[in-house]
């Protein structure tokens, strides 16, 4: 299985290249099946939870815990909520979210310098998978690690425009900070000690990359995706959606909900390895992106996941004759390979590894 993550089973194109080269059909490998197209379903008219941080570690007591079951009611029924009074900065959050847009709107040829392979993924890509064949997200993107520090290499990430590698650092820093408190949250009130989650992750030496996506306007909107169904593998993901285009959806009860970002909010939601930490009863929940005609779109998606190299499996805490562990152990490397050779496919992974692994 190695071998084939050396190298793209085909020529890479460049979404935004195609985008912008004013074709009126897109290519049919950009064509989804029917019933993955967005108006497949009925959309339901509701939000996801918004939770105010302002409050999490107030000393008021009740305060406290009033936040964090705001919280714990959001991971349980959602797996996703917009998180305010969050205290970074939101000039800083502006600044990252355009910088990466000028660095989109770079010609090509400097973007080509950062192209990706999928040994790493690091670098400038336009798929996720590496299946011949396989129908491809009408999207390209940036990853790049950030933690651990061995991993860290600015010299890949881009020094164009020239504030961007800063802007990552400064970026990073925070939202590391800020997941910090999440994970605290989260620990406090599935009822585990408040620093249980953070040292499963592997305490001082959690991972965490960044993921930023382009979306570029597309010709035909309802036979494409942006993004494909799919949960996020690692722990927990903050993204930065685009401050004036809609796209991300949310599964709910078989129905897509499209989120509307409220302005300066961080969308949080929990990844398949804190559901396997909490044995289920917190939820990683199918999301995918639409696309439209009017207006390209970016999005930092922040991924916080355990070390690579830690088994990962239920919480002692969580497990009980009643509600025996759903998962067994399995290193966050291992469990990473699966998205990695066959690309965004809904929760297909976290199900299938519930029963078998
Ligand atoms: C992701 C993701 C959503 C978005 O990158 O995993 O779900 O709105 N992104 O770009
Ligand atoms: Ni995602």
Not at 55 to 69: G, M, Q, R, Y
Not at 123 to 144: C, E, M, N, P, T
Not at 147 to 168: A, G, Q, T
């Amino acid at each position: 299985m190695m071998n084939c993550l050396q190298s793209w089973p085909e020529p890479v194109v460049r979404v935004q290249s195609l985008s912008e080269s004013g074709i009126r059909a897109i290519p049919d490998r950009y064509i989804k099946p029917p019933s993955d197209r967005p108006g497949f379903q009925n959309q339901e008219h509701v939000d996801i939870p918004v939770v105010d941080l302002k409050n999490l570690f107030s000393h008021d007591h009740t305060l406290h815990e009033e936040t964090l079951k705001v919280i714990s009611s959001a991971c349980k029924e959602w797996g996703f909520f917009q998180a305010v009074n969050h205290g970074i900065s939101h000039e800083l959050m502006k600044r990252t979210r355009e910088v990466w847009r000028e660095f989109f709107n770079l010609p090509l040829e400097v973007k080509q310098e950062y192209a990706n392979a999928p040994t790493t993924y690091e670098g400038y890509g336009s798929r996720l998978g590496v299946q011949k064949g396989a129908i491809l997200d009408w999207s390209d993107y940036f990853f790049l690690h950030y933690l651990p520090v061995y991993l860290r290499n600015p010299s890949k990430w881009p020094s164009l425009p020239s504030s961007c590698r800063d802007l990552i650092s400064e970026y990073g820093a925070e939202v590391v900070k800020l997941c910090g408190r999440l994970l605290k949250a989260m620990s406090i009130s599935l009822g585990l000690k408040e620093d249980y989650l953070q040292n499963a992750f592997g305490g001082e030496d959690i991972g965490a990359c960044l993921r930023v996506n382009f979306y570029p306007k597309c010709p035909q909107p309802d036979l494409t995706l942006g993004l494909s169904s799919h949960s996020d593998p690692g722990g927990m993901t903050l993204l930065l959606p685009d401050h004036d285009i809609a796209g991300l959806q949310v599964r709910k009860n078989g129905k897509w909900i499209t989120v509307k970002p409220v302005p300066n909010a961080f969308i949080v939601n929990v990844g398949d390895q804190i559901q396997v930490m909490s044995n289920a009863i917190y939820k990683s929940v199918e999301h995918r992106v639409i696309v439209n005609s009017v207006k390209d779109r970016v999005s930092l998606a922040f991924f916080y996941n355990p070390k690579s190299d830690l088994l990962i499996e239920p919480a002692k805490e969580l497990v009980s004759e009643d509600r025996p562990a759903l998962y067994s152990p399995m290193t966050f490397d291992e469990y990473r390979l699966y998205i990695r050779t066959y690309g965004p496919c809904g929760k297909t992974q976290v199900e299938f590894s519930g029963s078998n692994r």
